[in-house]
């Protein structure tokens, strides 16, 4: 190890952790509470990187006075509200760990799996993730869409991802670099991920419920996310139109030889108002989900041509300073 080596070795972090909020003002508290021995424990230079996504309320603020008491933490202020996927890029961005963990700040990812977590890492895998062992308490409804989802997400994309892992997961750094390396501007995390590849195993873990506030997923924002996931790993909701059409077409042939013969044998009788209504029905339907999907396609291509950076930062505060030296 050369000197320089040595020396940014010193102050550089091991572990960083990326936590994106929005409006999480009333759960900090809590969160540093069990974050800080869970990382303590660890016995490595560590840095906690939050990423204010916009919020409305004090969380800003709370941060950047929680700077004195908790070890290590660092605040980046985004311009505006982004989306938790571009929050979660622009922390990694600025991450100097050999290891990132990734998690939520709202408590649902306990701080005391980090070690757990961390194991599989040092073992040689490359992004480790913590799945669900216990019974998700969410909705009737959310859990249904969520099903449909991730069924929907298995037929259409390139990618496999597993449905019981959420957003509490290590990422070496050589996959954190891979992960920023990618440029578009409609980001599924775990789907980058998942394309990315590398050594990726998972560990089972306890999900917790909120600790405060609100899960701030409306309905209308989760389908967004999940027609962009599908149309942003694979073209197959493209590509399939081809053949549903030719399908459709053939029937139609079938039919209209079926109705030619008819007419010849047994002659015109009434003409047939249900069959002519249906047949327009449906091709027009038909047409108009295969406009839509294209639609969704070029709304991706619209938003890359842009080139727009993926997010401004507003304010950056504590990235000039050493880690946290739990053992000093
Ligand atoms: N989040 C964010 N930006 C957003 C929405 C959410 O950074 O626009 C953060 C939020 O503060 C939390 C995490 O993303 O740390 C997960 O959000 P939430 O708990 O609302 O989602 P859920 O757990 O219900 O999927
Ligand atoms: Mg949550």
Sequence with gaps: MSVDEASRS???????????MRNESRGLQRLFERLTPALTALGLPYEIITVDDGSTDDTLDKLKAYRATVPGLKVVSLSR????????????GRT?????VLMDSDLQHPPESIPALLEPWTKGYAVVFARRMN???????RRAFSHGFYKLFDMMSEVKIDRETGDFLAIDRKVVDAFLAMPERNRFNRGLLSWAGFRTTTISVH??????GTSQWGFLKLLRLATNAITSFGTLPLRIWTYIGGVVSAVALLYGAYVILRTLIFGADVPGYPSIIVAVL?????QLIGLGIIGEYLGHVFSEVKRRPLYFVQEAVGFDEPPAHPRA
């Design 282 to 286: 449906l091709s027009a339907g038909v």
């Design 135 to 141: 019974f998700d308490r969410g909705s009737l409804a």
């Design 96 to 100: 100097s760990g050999r290891v990132v």
């Design 10 to 20: 010193a102050t550089a972090p091991v572990v960083s952790v990326v936590l994106p």
């Design 81 to 92: 509200n982004f989306g938790k996927e571009i929050a979660v890029t622009a922390g990694l």
């Design 207 to 212: 999900i917790e419920e909120r600790h405060a």
